[in-house]
């Protein structure tokens, strides 16, 4: 299936953050230590309110040794300590130039950012770490905790460069449950009309077409009913699944033969995808038949699939997050 372009952060902020990657829960801890301020960071003036675009100046070039952090607005909400997952608006700068690089909307609409230097940038969760909600940071950050000697193109930060990170803490998310490896719902009664599908031992499916002509309307049943967690729109999902083309009986996508799961958001897909997966819970295995009008419409995704082709897809529904 070809999903839409989906990032987790504007422009390409993100490193290395692995799709869906399970995060344990915030450890709670009787004190957090903060990255200590700067003569750079508290030089960065942020004028406007939590939540909206701030006007932010910059004393540049920065040239800073380690990353500095200083509080613009202090919040009093719960504080993201390691393993946390916040929610932010940010905007960023070209430390040199002082220049905006990029930033969020700051329309309702939140970033997820894991406050784990494993996964992220080492200057940015220096400057989330210890942050409330409700809080605006600033972080002064060289290119040892960023990008390093390599720069970034997209961005526009060159080799060497440090980055100034203005950041609005939102919200804490809560922690994201390790995705199944299989689905592990109860199995559910053959419904008329569906195609016919078998599963190996390495729990792969196969999928049947009759000789029918295809429904031109949308159908879902389910194979097995999960009791977890229910997909909600705009949710990210981690499945497993398997597409086959009615019209020609051949699998034209399967994430069993690529051998990983699948990770994306439930409206980066096509409309009869996103209706398989939302109002269903976390260990279902669902199969959907797609008509071309819920599918790629009247100009296919060529060379597998035609303008006229109606589309079935088996979906193991494994995680949220």
């Known amino acids: 299936m070809r999903t839409a372009s989906f990032l987790v952060l504007v422009a390409g902020l993100v490193v290395s953050l692995a799709a869906c990657s399970a995060t344990p829960a915030p450890v709670a801890t009787p004190a957090c230590t903060p990255t200590a301020s700067g003569s750079a ?10 939540g909206t675009k701030p006007k932010v100046t910059i004393k540049f070039p920065t040239a800073v040794p380690a990353t500095q952090r200083t509080v613009a607005i202090k919040g009093s909400g719960p ?32 970033t997820a950012l894991p406050v784990d ?7 940015i969760v220096k400057t989330l770490q210890c942050s409330e909600v409700g809080s605006r940071v600033v972080g002064v950050i060289p290119a040892a905790d960023s990008y390093g000697a390599a720069g970034n193109d997209q961005l526009g930060v060159k ?21 199944l490896t299989a689905p592990d719902g109860a199995d559910q009664p053959t419904t008329s009309g569906f195609p016919t599908v078998a599963t190996g031992a390495d729990g792969t ?51 069993f033969a690529r051998g990983a799961t699948a990770t994306f958001k439930t409206s980066g897909v096509i409309p009869g995808f996103t209706a398989a997966l939302v109002g269903q819970a976390v260990g279902s295995r669902v199969i959907v038949i797609i008509p071309p009008d819920k599918g790629y419409g009247a100009a296919g995704s060529p060379p597998d699939i035609g303008g006229t082709d109606t589309l079935v897809f088996v979906i193991d529904i494994l995680g949220i997050g």
């Open 41 to 50: 960071s508290e030089a960065v003036t942020v004028a406007g309110d939590f």
């Open 79 to 110: 504080v993201a300590v390691t393993g946390s997952t916040v929610n932010v608006d940010f905007s960023l700068f070209d430390g040199t130039t002082g220049v905006e690089l990029t930033s969020t909307g700051y329309s309702g609409t939140t």
């Open 117 to 123: 230097d494993t996964k992220f940038l080492p200057g």
């Open 159 to 179: 080799p060497g460069e440090d980055i100034v990170f203005v950041v609005d803490v939102v919200s804490i998310a809560p922690p994201v449950v390790a995705p």
């Open 205 to 255: 499916p196969t999928v049947t077409i009759p000789d029918s002509a295809p429904p031109t309307d949308l159908k879902i049943a389910q194979l097995k009913k999960g009791t977890h967690a229910v997909v909600k729109d705009g949710d990210n999902v981690v499945v497993n699944y398997v597409g086959v083309n009615w019209n020609t009986k051949k699998v034209f996508d399967s994430s």
